[in-house]
């Protein structure tokens, strides 16, 4: 168990629906980190969150937005979902004081299904 | 930019034998190196990371790593392969400044032989 958790673990939705994942980060970390899994695309960085503000972007689409609130905890909003958004997503914590040495915690991820 | 590439996306080896993954990176700076596991319907497991202050890295499970730059590798290794071995291997590469997202290789699926 990594303590980093994610609701829910599965989900299954229409296309041009919206959906909200959610990630609580281990205890005491700033750093949360959302990462797609796919079978085409494999596992790439969406987005970065550190103690509130937003750090870095990678392959997110415009559709997709994400947030961390005061408490740590993060949601990755999805909207206007087409067959394609259908993939694993995992969240991610770090302590967020070392730099890039600092190990990643993933989170058990959800499984979202778009029909 | 930074890049992974991970030969061979299916290893298969017989119980008790060695373990050799395949990851050679890109990285026009010194980049930190990790390998993560991934079980069937679970998340991603750190196994080891290297992180410039030893080249010869252990990590959990009886594995390790061999950072060699002039060969631009980061091959995972075990001497003796278990079942529960059996599962999906990252490596992932990350610059040692600035962004601090994980560049993954596309993974290598270890299956054991009993």
């Known amino acids: 168990d990594s303590g980093v958790t994610q609701t829910p673990k599965h989900l299954i939705t229409a296309t041009g629906q919206r959906v909200t994942l959610r990630c609580s980060p281990r205890?005491?970390?700033?750093?949360v980190y959302w990462y797609q899994q796919s079978l085409d695309q494999g596992l790439q960085f969406l987005i970065h969150?550190?103690?509130?503000?937003?750090?870095a972007k990678g392959n997110i689409l415009e559709r997709f937005s994400a947030q961390q609130f005061p408490d740590l905890h993060s949601e990755l909003n999805l909207s206007s979902l087409e067959l394609g958004d259908s993939a694993l997503y995992f969240c991610a914590s770090s302590p967020g004081t070392s730099g890039s040495q600092e190990t990643q915690y993933f989170g058990p991820g959800t499984r979202l299904l778009v029909l | 930019a930074q890049s992974v590439t991970q030969l061979g996306s299916h290893v298969s080896v017989s119980e008790g034998a060695l373990v050799l993954l395949r990851c050679n990176y890109s990285?026009?700076?010194?980049?930190?190196l990790f390998w993560y596991v991934q079980y069937p319907n679970q998340g991603l497991q750190l196994l080891l990371k290297?992180?410039?202050?030893?080249?010869l890295v252990k990590g959990i499970n009886g594995f390790e790593a061999e950072f060699k730059k002039s060969e631009t590798s980061f091959h995972l290794t075990k001497p003796s392969a278990h079942m529960s071995d059996a599962a999906e291997y990252f490596c992932?590469?990350?610059?040692?400044?600035?962004?601090?997202?994980?560049?993954f290789g596309t993974g290598t699926r270890l299956t054991i032989i009993p």
């Open positions: 290297y992180t410039s202050a030893a080249t």
């Open positions: 969150y550190y103690n509130g503000e937003e750090r």
């Open positions: 990285s026009s700076v010194p980049p930190y």
């Open positions: 205890s005491g970390d700033l750093s």
């Open positions: 992932a590469v990350r610059l040692n400044f600035g962004n601090e997202k994980l560049t």
